[in-house]
């Protein structure tokens, strides 16, 4: 298995709270990415990074920053958190740009804005 | 605009049978496809994949076949074990975005 660890696996949080979500990778994977997962959507990308401090957005990305400041950490932040945020989180990383290769993910960080 | 499409959103087969997933794609530039496996409280898992350049590739009980004019890919479980039970996800890379479909929940049935 890929070492991807996602942190905090669970989380509950108050509209218009800030939230970072965590990504660590020990594969020394130059691609990594966020998603969340919403019912009837499947799988959309919020940011991903193409090495460190190299960012960009992906679909939808409105509501979300994210920073790179070390190969194996991508932080995902929302800094005031709306209960349309609420989802499960995925990240995922790659080591050989996706257009080729596969993604690999983690185990997902669930969510809750009340 | 969605890119990749899922149309199904849930399949019950009976074990033993053969199950059959589908995933339209819009985009004439993706020439990769990928089909990924998730279980409940998991991450998705890559399943199998297909280069635009063929038509099938098969790995064990997996195979998908790729209709480039019709811009539409199938995945092909057979037998179908209750195991198989889960969401599949088709996906298509581009730019180093990588775009999903909405996922099929396949149920098989002992």
């Known amino acids: 298995d890929a070492g991807i660890t996602q942190s905090p696996r669970h989380k509950v949080t108050e509209t218009g709270t800030p939230v970072t979500l965590r990504c660590h990778q020990t594969?020394?994977?130059?691609?990594m990415y966020w998603y969340r997962q919403d019912p009837g959507h499947g799988l959309r990308l919020i940011h991903y990074?193409?090495?460190?401090?190299?960012?960009d957005k992906g679909e939808v990305s409105d509501g979300y920053s994210v920073s790179r400041s070390k190969t194996e950490d991508f932080l995902l932040t929302l800094e005031s958190a709306t209960s349309s945020q609420t989802s499960v989180y995925f990240c995922?990383?790659?080591?050989?740009?996706?257009?080729?290769?596969?993604?690999?993910f983690g185990e997902g960080s669930r969510l809750t804005v009340l | 605009d969605q890119q990749v499409k899922q149309n199904s959103p849930s399949l019950s087969v009976q074990e033993g049978r053969i199950s059959i997933l589908n995933c339209d794609y819009t985009n004439s530039m993706f020439d990769y496809f990928l089909w990924y496996k998730k279980y409940p409280a998991e991450g998705p898992t890559f399943l199998i994949s297909i280069s635009s350049i063929k038509d099938k590739n098969e790995d064990g009980r997996f195979t998908v076949f790729l209709n480039k004019s019709a811009k539409h890919l199938s995945l092909h479980i057979v037998p179908s074990q209750p195991g198989d039970s889960a969401v599949y996800f088709c996906a298509a890379p581009n730019f180093n975005k990588f775009y999903f479909g909405s996922g099929t929940k396949l149920n098989v049935k002992p």
């Open positions: 990074s193409y090495g460190v401090k190299d960012t």
């Open positions: 594969e020394n994977h130059r691609y």
């Open positions: 995922a990383i790659s080591g050989t740009g996706i257009n080729t290769g596969e993604l690999f």
